[in-house]
């Protein structure tokens, strides 16, 4: 898909239901779709809009290890109350071997150590699950409003590392419509979350990241 055909997607979309959206991009996938999650707040919602339209739709999730209890908890409750086709990929080392190896989870003020870090807990799993599923649309609930390198994205974006079309369709939705929706259709939520690859939620682990 060249670039100015992106941009009359992103123009011709904007606009739409999230649900259209979805659609849009399952009919145009050829059956190689995927939706990556991790199971922060509001992560509900996109994972409720894929299996609408593909029930089995695989939804992949790297788990570094270092997820609170409450979202190991959350994951485990989506999975029953929507029938995921999870796929959960892990580091080659756990988090313990990790730590015992290489010490602690590096703090925000080293950028260099937490982009290691970053690339052998989360980056390398999550290769392998594009290398093994090649998928060419990628559903993400990346959204304007999360950070400034987000904003400068859209609907729909080129993913050259993956080879893939990456889709967020709730990408202009604000907290409230995120609400509003969980309410809707009487989703959970959960709040305790923390990504020790990003240390921050304005920086980026490096996943979505061109």
């Known amino acids: 898909m060249m670039n ?3 941009a009359e997607y992103n123009a011709a979309l904007k606009n739409k239901p999230a649900l259209e959206i979805v659609r849009w991009g399952i009919a145009r996938a050829n059956h190689r779709a995927i939706v ?12 409720h809009l894929c299996v609408q339209v593909q029930p089995d739709i695989p939804v992949i ?6 997820n609170r209890p409450a979202t190991y908890r959350f994951a485990e409750q989506l ?3 929507l029938n995921l086709n999870l796929k959960i990929y892990l580091p080659k080392l756990s988090a313990a071997h990790r730590d015992a190896i ?4 590096p703090s925000i003020d080293n950028e260099a150590e937490l982009k290691k870090f970053s690339a052998m807990m989360k980056l390398e799993p999550f290769q392998r699950s594009m290398k093994e599923f090649a998928p060419t649309v990628w559903f993400t609930a990346l959204r304007k409003v999360q950070n400034p390198y987000r904003a400068t994205l859209d609907i729909l974006s080129e993913d050259k590392t993956y080879h893939t079309i990456k889709v967020s369709p709730v990408f202009y939705w604000t907290d409230a419509d995120m609400e509003a929706y969980l309410k809707q259709h009487n989703l959970p939520n959960e709040w305790d979350y923390f990504d020790p690859t990003k240390a921050d939620e304005k920086r980026e682990c490096g996943l979505h990241i061109k």
């Open 36 to 47: 990556s999650t991790n199971f922060r707040p509001y992560e509900a919602v996109i994972l």
């Open 61 to 66: 999730w790297v788990d570094h290890g270092y």
């Open 4 to 6: 100015n055909q992106i």
């Open 79 to 81: 999975c029953n109350n």
């Open 102 to 105: 290489y010490g602690p989870i």
